[in-house]
């Protein structure tokens, strides 16, 4: 009828996909329903519907780990196109992600472009055509919700690390032996907190106190074992699970268990703090020990300080006396005594003596235990060699000195190697390592004899380029080595020069 004004039909709504974000550290204003609450009236203020809602509570925006609704919103929505919708929303920048490379939070709002979806941040709202503003806006928030967490996360570190100065527990389980203990505002006990439980007022704090009695008596059993009766932690372990004790983990006892705990300064009452590092989703690393917070006196140990400072003594002693042995110098020390005593050095000799470390340590640190030996002998080895070297200046004329090689006349360079002789059954040998490194074109061998004057008995010409760098023995009876390579002088080395 005429005086009906005629509807225009209206537009058809667009359609959309929203995410919400809340983590354990962001504020109350960030939380899920107030997310949800502005978001839906953005998308009502802009005739958008909203067909499907995703929701990841508790979950930190530092990368998609964990985050099984944005993981299923981009798969199974974004990617593979389950309902049809053109608008992904939602609240900011930081309910995206708080992503520490910003070019990730780039990435998956690419990756919703690329299948023709558009993010859009409701606090920012939508872009107009070619609006650079708008993508620098973009990129700043990107920036700041990175800096967030960054922030925050070494706030939290500075508190914690001010709880733990003050004597406090700044967080995590107990050890095997304690428990936590909540204390009020003026530093009484409260009660004994249960796993998993936590204080509920910001000015209580949480220290730790003798715990299960019978893990009590355990760890005050395994410090007298070790520190009091020279039981090592093997021993220790396997005494407590003949006797049915169960572990920290309520498994069997093993020396890393046992070693733990004699090694923990909790159990003498001294409070430690930033042991280790892990922030932000990064690997966890094991920090120095000077970078560690120490309170002694936080709380009453189970164990007496003596007695654990005993344990620790007994640690550092066994801990340089390792060190002695798999030194160099310790490692030729024992080698020496070896070959006092059987006149020879060999991998089954050196396997079959007690407390000695393994021929394979030795060829890890000397390239052989033919090597090993000769290294007992540095000095006498280095002095032939400055003789040697003497020599060809004679035989060769000039040359120049570059690090533990020659270089003879400018034509090619030497590196001297003399070999103490060494026995094996009724027959000796002499032990060449010929060098593979491109400076040194020949390793000139020098066998010497063993009857406490070392006398040069020749010598062998070993060419890089023939040998490779492999081990050589030469024994008397090695005719084709003495034919291809030995010389009873040096004038093979002024023939070389042509």
Request: with cysteine; glycine share 10%; net charge positive.
């Amino acid at each position: 009828m005429w005086w009906k004004k005629e509807q225009k039909p209206s537009a058809p709504l667009r359609k959309a996909v929203a995410y919400y974000r809340h983590s354990a550290q962001d504020r109350q204003e960030n939380s899920i329903p107030i997310q949800r609450d502005r978001v839906r009236a953005f998308a009502r203020e802009h005739g958008i519907e909203i067909i499907r809602e995703f929701a990841d509570a508790g979950k930190s925006g530092l990368s998609t780990e964990g985050r099984d609704s944005f993981n299923e919103m981009l798969n199974d929505y974004v990617a593979g196109g389950k309902e049809g919708f053109e608008l992904v929303l939602a609240l900011d920048v930081s309910r995206w992600g708080r992503f520490q490379d910003i070019d990730l939070s780039a990435y998956y709002t690419g990756l919703c472009q690329k299948h023709g979806k558009q993010v859009v941040y409701t606090t920012i709202g939508f872009p107009k055509q070619d609006d650079l503003v708008h993508f620098l806006h973009l990129n700043i928030e990107r920036y700041r919700a990175a800096t967030y967490s960054r922030e925050l996360s070494g706030k939290v570190f500075d508190g914690c690390a001010k709880i733990a100065e003050q004597g406090f527990r700044a967080g995590g389980p107990p050890p095997y032996g304690l428990h936590r203990l909540l204390l009020d505002e003026q530093r009484k006990p409260v009660q004994v907190l249960s796993p998993g439980q936590r204080k509920s007022i910001q000015n209580q704090r949480v220290t730790l106190a003798p715990g299960d009695e019978k893990q009590v008596a355990t760890v005050r059993r395994i410090f007298s074992a070790f520190a009091g009766d020279g039981r090592n932690p093997k021993q220790i372990a396997a005494a407590l699970n003949e006797d049915g004790i169960p572990s920290p983990g309520g498994k069997r006892w093993t020396e890393v268990m046992v070693r733990d705990i004699l090694t923990n300064e909790l159990y003498a009452g001294v409070m430690v703090y930033n042991k280790t590092t892990q922030r932000l989703q990064s690997a966890c690393r094991r920090n120095p020990r000077d970078a560690w917070i120490r309170t002694k006196g936080a709380f009453p140990g189970i164990v007496d300080k003596e007695l654990f400072d005993k344990a620790q003594e007994i640690f550092a002693a066994r801990a340089a006396e390792r060190a002695r042995k798999y030194s160099a110098e310790g490692m030729l020390e024992q080698l020496g005594r070896l070959h006092e005593q059987y006149g020879m050095a060999n991998p089954r000799l050196v396997s079959a003596a007690e407390g000695m470390v393994s021929a394979a340590t030795y060829a890890k640190r000397f390239a052989s235990l033919d090597m090993a030996y000769q290294s007992m002998y540095a000095d006498v080895r280095e002095r032939i060699k400055r003789d040697v070297v003497e020599q060809i200046k004679g035989v060769a004329g000039p040359l120049e000195e570059f690090g533990d090689y020659v270089v003879v006349g400018g034509s090619y360079s030497v590196l001297v190697q003399p070999s103490i002789q060494m026995q094996k059954g009724y027959s000796v040998y002499w032990p060449f390592r010929p060098d593979g490194r491109v400076e040194v074109d020949i390793t000139l061998g020098v066998p010497l004899s063993n009857s406490g004057k070392y006398e040069i008995l020749g010598y062998l010409a070993f060419p890089r380029l023939l040998t490779g760098g492999g081990s050589i023995r030469l024994f008397t009876s090695s005719e084709y080595t003495l034919g291809l390579y030995a010389h009873p002088n040096l004038d093979v080395l002024k023939e070389l020069m042509g």
